[in-house]
């Protein structure tokens, strides 16, 4: 789920696209998990009319899943009610909008980036309303081949079910979980995947343009109903029909179309392992790698996937010979990029996967040790590479002995690093192993029935009972603790994401405040600003400009850690 | 190079048979036995001042005649750099106290580490591929040591470039680059397309927030935010 500078980010994104009601309605979720109308209305302290509204434009915006479950009401009968579950990477999927035009831009054609970005734009849209956008631009016919183009790259899909009903046994924890209870984290991640399988349409239908009687859609709503047939502007109502428990719940079954952002996350995520090969190890390898995984796309089941689909030898050849790049290799040098890639052929029947988990962990460690090395120095990221090699527990003096650091220095490094939790530390003091965690600068542990432990300083120990009233001092004699380090690369990819949310917000923040600064100089017509104002406008665009690919930049890494 | 030790073992002299324990003094012999006793660990002075329990002026003189006796020596500690720690002669002072083979009077000898990790790139990178054995040669011949390394030295030095990310470590598959190497044994090779210098700059690192050392006190209205940020104003003054 998400980290503390994750909810802050995705809520300045709600605000900054559709303002602070919506933003405080969406907070609400991201911190306390699905809620009832009910409880909205309780936590935000704003009136029904506004919560719907802000919903209705969640929903449109498929920032939010609406699903329905069964829970004991008040007079101990089963009653139906309404949840509504936030869905954090679809908020985040709006910072890369204009990744998604490119690729289509970039894979299909104009046409088609004109279709999607109308998708992105209103969030969700009928075929009708499609069309229409484009009457002024083109023939029917050629939007309709451009839709079906996008379909059949799976860039767009059928909208999932408005309010899926979702077994009241699987969604207990919901209302009990709270942003600080990160235990539950992965109960809701279930719960999250849980929903979205429950309103997720069958995958024949999801591409298909034909409704289940094999008619296409536009056809039934062309003729009389276009009184009904609402302008791009009114999209919202839609989507959901204004109910009073459910949205959306509309009896006419509206066929609706969104960007599948799955889709447009697998295709990133191809090109991030495609482009990582290419600089660690050659375009050879690159070539053959984005040859497989260009054919098999569509065969993945899900993002995340381990391994790339397998494929013969002969397949590879044939798909590699389709690329200009491909051509000029041999089936030789197909086999040796196939070994650099680290798969031998499996089993008897000559096929080949690709690890493609083990490409994006490499990327993922080349980014945290990047920024070892920069923030704390080559020392830190000699120690820091060695430990995260190790996997398990080392000594201080063992790890500057292996890193060619001064005894003296190494504990103030690894200090350091600690404090910023990039690393785990655990004392051995005599026969006790003492586990230690950040809270608020303080380290605070517990010794398996033993008071609570805290330190102070790195010279001494203190061991506090629960009162903190001191209970006895040590002073850390070296032959008798032992100061050990490790990489907990689990917590710390967590850490390093959370990091990275903190620092795209800030990004963000610093375009508002830079153009804030400047708002006079923004509304000076351009043939005023001469001299010195031109100058000064001239540093501005830089500054945006450069503020602004620094974020698209760092969202390839957040990305990486979140979503590949 | 006469600097690099060999790993410290527990020399032990032969007493003299004429020995100068004979002619000690009753405070010379206390303080004696306490150092002697810490064998190749020694002992700091204030240390041994207390456990001895012998006034200040006389242990000093005592230590001062010890030490012109030849049966104490002066150590330097890595740990307490500039405080007075004493070894019997006849104990080598452990590598926790001299701090092994890469130390010279208590301070990391890197003069002497980076001439020899230079040296183990360069011969790598001219190989491309290179078992530690045909370092090890390479430097021997090169003569830049006067002093005899070992293997395990050169797998240090080796270990540390793997570290920093210079050269990777394979196993020999014993085809192409690697026909001249036995199968299964490691060896040492350039890291991607031979291309020396830093590691790739992440997205992260690469704008203030990913190397800023307060990040963790920064928020968006406080003390420290991005709006007073100095790093992102130092970075945007083009």
Redesign the interface.
Known sequence: MATPYGIKFAVHLITSHFGNLVANVCENLLRKGPLTLQQLIRFTELTPLQIKNSLLILIQHNCVQPFSSEQIGAGGNEVKVTQYLVLFDNILHRLRFPKFLEIVSEELDKNCGEILEGLLQHGRLTLEQIYERARDNAVQDAVRESFQKLLNSRFVERCPAPEPFVEPSTIKSSNKRGAKSAKLDEVSETEEQRVLAAAASLDTLRFSILTPSGTEFDEDKKDGDSSSSMGVGEKRKHGAADSDDAFGSNENEVILWRANFEEFTRYLRHKACIENVRARLDVGAATVLKAMLDATRSAEKKVKTENSVSLSMDTIFEEVMKSEAGRSLTLDRVRASLVQLGCSSSGTDDTYSIDLKQIIELAQKEEVESIVLRRYGRDAYRMFRLLSKAGLLQETDKIADMTFVEKKEAPKILGKLWKDEYLHMEVEYFNLLIKFTLSSNMAICDVVDKPRLTLSGMSDLVLMDQNKEIVNKFVVDRNTTFYLWKVNKPILWQHVLDEMYHAALNLSLRVIHELDQKKELLTIPPEKRTGPLEKEFKRLKNAKFFLESSLMKLDDALMLFRHF | MSRLQEPSSLKRKQPDSRSPLDSLTEHERIIYNVIRSKQDMGIWMQDMKRVAKVPDNVANKALKSLETKKLIKEVVN??K?GKKHYVAAEFEPAT?IT??A?YSNG??D?VV?NILKDQCLKWIYKQRVATLEGILDAIRKSGISNVELTTVQIE?LV??LV???EVVEVKSNGMGEFDSIPVGKVCYKST??GSRG??????????P?????R??D?T?DGII???T?KY?SQ??D?
């Not at chain 2, 927030?209 to 050392?213: L, R």
């Open positions: 890595i740990q750099r926790e701090g092994g890469w301070k990391m890197f580490i240090e270990r540390a570290l920093d990310n991607s397309k830093d590691p790739k700059i992440g997205a992260m690192s690469s704008i927030c990913g190397v800023c050392p990040i963790s920064c968006p935010s991005p709006k940020c992102y970075w945007l083009f």
